[in-house]
Every structure is written in structure tokens, then in C-alpha cells.
């Protein structure tokens, strides 16, 4: 057992968190090839809940310490186990395991100082399990200090996801910036093509009065063409797919993803009306679409 780690040198590679449910064990396979593609160390998380609380208030057993820290190891295992039967080449995979005493919130945001990218299911064990990792997630979403990637257990329809591409939601904010800095290293390592959806604007437009919505599209291209430019130029192997639509940002964004094998999209942290990409538009993406989503924070 030890301490949650801190620092910059994102020494814990990809980080996922586990409890065993179906939604964690797809997380540790989409993580330990993230790990794989990146020639990172995945690091497996399992936190034992410090601060769990009983209505009526009741004690616990002596016994319920030494319970936990045995379950946390058995998950901890089995997680080990799924990661490295995930692999697709023969490239050794560095596995590290980390059992903390904590809350999950506190841990896994304090551990993500050290990661690169934060992985978590979307749904944990039991109805309580599920509302506590739905709370996990949103609140790593919001503050954790590096890209979070949420993961659900569904199989995906599409015949070879790993050949789709990666779709990027992007409205020019700083939030934005780090969404598309994300984007373009996931679709350049997987070798797939990049969709930049921009979704003009996050309010029933197409009723303005006087609104001429292909002069509105026509310099919205112009602008997000200048925007990916110096991008481009980084990743010159990544083609790009440029899209202006007029519609919701999350309507939009979840209806592609049904495409794609990764969505990025990027937030504020923060509930200011600023721009596309706001907490409610990344939450709406990270909680209905079906495929991998990134959330990169400003």
C-alpha cells in the first residue's frame, strides 16, 4: 500500500481507476492499449473508500479494514490480469499498482498530477457504486490536472473502431486549444483521420430574423481552417475533416461519436457561459455517447 503520489513528471503514465465493474474492466482494456500506443506505464488505481457513510450512523466491524484492503487487492489483480491480455503486440507492457485509503475524489485528483491521462469507467458496481463513480468522474472532469478519459462498457457497432476517427469538438476557447492539442496526438499515434466539428452556436439559431447562415458558415470555416493551421503544420500525417454545423454542440457531438472511436472535447471547469464547450455540453457528450470521450481542461 502507498500514498498517493504527487509531482510533474507524469511518472503513473496512463492512470485508471478500478472497482471490478464491467464499466472498470473496459476502461483497463481501453487504458492499457492507450498505455501500449504511447509506450507509457499504466498505472492501476484501486482507492478504499475512507469516508463511507451509513444512515442510521452504525460502526463497523473490526474486521471491515482488513475486508477492504483484501477486495482492493483481488480487484487490483484481476485488473493486472485484463490489462495484459489487452495488449495487441508483443511490446511488454509496464504495469505499476497502486491500493490507496482515501476518498476516490481527493485520490485520484491528487494522483492525476502525475499522469498523463486519467481513465475511469462510466459506471461502477451496484446502484450507490454507480452514482459515487458518476460523481468521481464528473468531479475529475472538472479538476483533475490532466486529460480524463471515460469509458463505457458497451461493445461498439461499427465492424473496426480502431480503424474510425477521432472527433474533436472545438469553439476557439482555451479549453478548446488543449481539446485540439489532445486530438491531433491521439488521431497522429492511432494513425486515423481527424474530424473538427464546430457547432455554430450552443442556441436554436436557424429562426434569427436576417440570419444568412452561409455567410455565417462560410467565415466560421475560414476561422477554424486558421485555427487548425499551426496544428497541421505539427501533424502533417493527421488529415483533417473540417465541419461547421448549425445545431447544439452536444447534439452534434454525440450523434457523430456513433463514428467515431474517440471523442475530445474540452472544459472549462467552471459554469461561466463561455463558448462551446461548456461543463454542460462536455458533461451531456461524456454521459451519452456510447465511444471513449477526452476531456482536456484549459
Excluded at 511518472?11 to 509506450?39: H, M
Excluded at 484481476?78 to 476516490?104: F, G, M, Y
Excluded at 462498457?153 to 465492424?159: A, I, K, R, T, V
Amino acid at each position: 500500500m502507498t500514498a498517493a503520489a504527487t509531482g510533474t513528471d507524469k511518472s503513473l503514465g496512463v492512470l485508471v481507476g478500478v472497482d471490478g465493474s464491467p464499466a472498470s474492466n473496459a476502461a483497463v482494456v481501453w487504458a492499457a492499449r492507450d498505455a501500449e500506443i504511447k509506450n507509457l506505464p499504466l498505472t492501476v488505481v484501486h482507492v478504499v473508500n475512507t469516508d463511507v457513510a451509513t444512515w442510521p450512523p452504525m460502526p463497523y466491524p473490526e474486521t471491515w479494514g482488513v475486508w477492504q484492503q483484501d477486495e482492493g487487492r483481488k480487484v487490483l489483480a484481476e485488473a493486472v490480469k485484463i490489462a495484459e491480455e489487452a495488449v495487441l503486440t508483443d511490446r511488454k507492457l509496464t504495469v505499476k499498482t497502486d491500493l490507496v485509503h482515501s476518498t476516490p475524489v481527493s485520490a485520484m485528483i491528487e494522483m492525476s498530477t502525475d499522469a498523463a491521462i486519467v481513465v475511469l469507467g462510466s459506471a461502477g458496481r451496484g446502484a450507490v457504486a454507480r452514482l459515487l463513480l458518476g460523481s468521481v468522474s464528473a468531479s475529475l472532469v472538472r479538476h483533475a490536472r490532466c486529460p480524463v478519459a471515460i469509458i463505457h462498457d458497451e461493445d461498439p457497432l461499427m465492424p473496426h473502431p480502431q480503424r474510425a476517427p477521432v472527433l474533436l469538438g472545438i469553439d476557439g476557447s482555451p479549453a478548446s486549444e488543449a481539446a485540439t492539442a489532445v486530438a491531433f496526438d491521439e488521431a497522429s499515434r492511432r494513425g486515423v483521420e481527424l474530424i473538427a466539428l464546430h457547432a455554430w452556436n450552443d442556441v436554436e439559431v436557424v429562426e434569427l430574423p436576417g440570419l444568412d447562415w452561409d455567410k455565417v458558415k462560410a467565415e466560421a470555416e475560414i476561422t477554424l481552417a486558421e485555427r487548425l493551421a499551426g496544428w497541421q503544420e505539427t501533424y502533417p500525417d493527421v488529415k483533417v475533416c473540417r465541419v461547421v454545423v448549425c445545431d447544439r454542440p452536444a447534439r452534434q457531438l454525440v450523434a457523430r461519436s456513433e463514428s467515431a472511436q474517440l471523442v475530445v472535447v474540452g472544459s472549462h471547469g467552471r459554469g461561466a457561459l463561455s463558448g462551446m464547450l461548456l461543463g454542460s455540453v462536455s458533461n451531456a457528450v461524456v454521459h451519452s455517447a456510447r465511444m471513449p470521450v477526452i476531456v482536456a481542461r484549459a
